[in-house]
């Protein structure tokens, strides 16, 4: 979900998955080659209707020191941007323009990270977002306040 | 190279390339689970002393659309900041506080990323870092700006 | 209010005024010349104890288009998180380390102007926050959303 | 010099200064209220051709530390944005839509600031700047590391 493709297109490959821990979470096994790697990462609504991203934390998206690298919290922000996005980029293809994080906390294997986030400003041609993602395993503690632009990139032919 | 360790640690454990493309340059092989994973990332001073990391895109650092994923963008970024910062963070233990970066290209399977920066500010407890990441494979067509503060995280006894 | 007193300074510097439009908000009359100039600003607590700022849009903040002038909204931003950071940075002299903004609208002469936010993180040496500009005239229609750190600066001897 | 007129227009109403301290200089007096309250404030090219913006530290830009208020630096780099950006908005109006600062140092009353910077690049929608701004009056010590996104806005008509 990284400026590949159309929401249209993405959400009619998302697979909810039946059981385990993610039981009624989508995911988009396949679709792209580097969430594949640092992922599985999952998104679903709650019963609100807010959109929300997760995924468990393994020693493979730990740092040297054993907490989560900083990359991999960003490139899990830059895969929930566009689910939190939306319907604001609904049927056109859209990319990460500029993405600003402040990192205030960290998390270690075998912890659950969400993120949770909003469209600030939805435009014609750019939409704006910010969000948080915590750890859920310790009481929702944030790991990293982020913003974001999304710019749509109407094909041209 | 993401906050986990004391330069003087990890430039320790730093490997010389001895042969092949990357003869020359210095990598960080076991020390890091995430850049493991997202690496091989690379780095080295150049014949001016300049720092610069480097590493080559493959299938698995793609998106949907296949070009080179923002989270892969990013992480390269994060790994880049520890060996651009050098002196400034020299036996102290560091983590990324902030980290700011603009979208202005990409790049495809088979091209060479380059990362370049300075310090622009290094205080007693934050070090403050501008770069820039761009394509050598297309004449160095920049790919992405970027800012960033490291905190100085002496352990706490 | 812009890192140059500790909180518990200032607060005590605050005054409330008593009549007109702004009755019940609390100013900050001669303590700062760029926000006496730029301003005035004005901040209270809601009644459920959230903290606000806000002013009223002058022609003297307006650029050539008469819409707000980017670097007034920024001034005000810079304003409000002092004031937003609240006991976080209580008895504490404070800078501003970085600053984010997104700019997703703007007002006209008239307009009265509001900021909210939240700390996301109090750390030992730096506070995180973020906030949301908006129009109060215009239905609270976003122009700016944007985040923030502040160093606290302990005096040193 | 703030999103409110096309480069064309603005640029047909500097003038150069011909005396004085700032001889050589150009401004932009009575075009932009803000910046006619935060200012003066000016530009030019340097003998490389290379753009730069300045200005004089006065009382009125302080905070009540007595250095220089962030929002007067916030305000300085976004006139020099559109100074800095050139010919990549030539003849279409632009506004500024994203901000990202780090705040490295300061400067007091009667230091000489100083703003250079480079497009990153120009995009058909979007171009990217980043820049410093530094205290001349202090060696070019760094006082903010910046960059920005600037959105041209044709008319709609």
Known sequence: MDGSETID???SKLTVVTEGEWAGWSQYPGGDPFEDLAGPFYCREDGEGRRICAFKAEKKHMNGGMFMH????????????????????????SVTATFNGEFVGSCGVGDIVECTGEVVKAGRSMVFL???ISNASAGGE???SFSSVLKKTPRRT
Do not use: E, K, Q
């Not at 900083?70 to 293809?93: E, K, P, Q």
């Open 9 to 11: 297109n993405y959400a």
């Open 70 to 93: 900083g990359g991999c919290v960003m490139t899990f922000a830059d895969f929930s941007l566009f689910w939190i996005a939306g319907d604001a980029i609904a049927g056109v293809r």
């Open 130 to 132: 910010r969000g948080i």
């Open 142 to 144: 944030p790991m990293m």
